[in-house]
């Protein structure tokens, strides 16, 4: 291991103890092949006591239509009765604007809508936002919005349910504890024990901590290809330079440029 490439890694450990799961990159290893903590969160977070989700997966890529924004959900499940969900961090107040909510649910209506299908066959969704801030400001556990008919005064019954759960919400009742838990850097100051074991297997278990570390390496790699990607779509500089200031190799840089072109 180069000295340049064991500062990174120590970089990564450090990073990795200070994370918590109101860090989207670190709830998205939560509950990576992990049905039982997602179901207990769900549960929680919709008072749903008998929910019992059936298949879950964690950045879900959804684009069905062409020339349509494409969105990567942070987790994504579904349950006995057949209703999605999609469980999303939001840590920045524009991550959480409700036009975003509103698109989330959309996009997952036309992935659950196949030609042929009758509408009243869509299934029911949950958008949840776990902000990090109460992002209503009025400090309630959780923002319930519902499509109601102006008129009548009733609900619209669409099928559709966007929450907006408040991650500074503290107390005594489960949503409360749940939200301290998010909060956390250190299992061992959590409530939950489903929550505190799989932080614990991903910050203090060598093959977690290696998984975790892994990914963190990607992400990185991940970032330096945006920005050599960026710099290559301005057309305004040499190869050398993109390489220099993205930090990648200039074969890498190569690579990428031949991608773009194929």
């Known amino acids: 291991m180069t000295e340049k490439t064991d500062q990174k890694h120590q970089e990564d450990l450090q990073r990795l103890r200070d994370l918590r799961p109101i860090d989207d990159d670190f709830m998205r290893c ?131 349910h966007i929450l907006y759960v408040n991650g500074e919400y503290r107390g005594e009742s489960n949503l409360g504890k749940l939200m301290h838990d998010f909060n956390c850097a250190k299992a061992d100051e959590m409530n939950f024990e489903l929550m505190a074991d799989r932080t614990r297997y991903l910050k203090e278990n060598p093959k977690g901590v290696s998984e975790m570390c892994r990914i963190m390496e990607d992400m990185r790699n991940e970032s330096l290809k945006e920005v050599a990607l960026r710099m290559l779509a301005a057309g305004k500089y040499a190869l050398e330079e993109i390489a220099n200031i993205s930090g990648l190799t200039l074969d890498e840089v190569n690579q990428l440029k031949e991608g773009r072109n194929a």
């Open 30 to 160: 939560l509950f990576k092949d992990n049905i039982p903590l997602v179901e207990f969160v769900l549960r929680i977070i919709t008072g749903k006591q008998d929910l019992i989700i059936t298949g879950c997966e964690t950045q879900k890529d959804m684009k069905r239509l062409t020339g349509a924004r494409s969105i990567c959900l942070d987790a994504y499940g579904t349950d006995s009765a057949g209703k999605r969900y999609d469980l999303e961090i939001q840590r920045q107040e524009k991550g959480a604007d409700p036009h975003r909510a509103r698109y989330h649910s959309s996009v997952m209506d036309v992935e659950n809508l196949h030609s042929g299908q009758e509408f009243k066959e869509l299934p029911d969704t949950y958008t949840i936002f776990i902000t990090e801030k109460d992002f209503y400001g009025k400090g309630e556990p959780v923002y319930p919005i519902e499509r109601i008919n102006l008129a009548t005064g009733k609900s619209f019954e669409d099928g559709e």
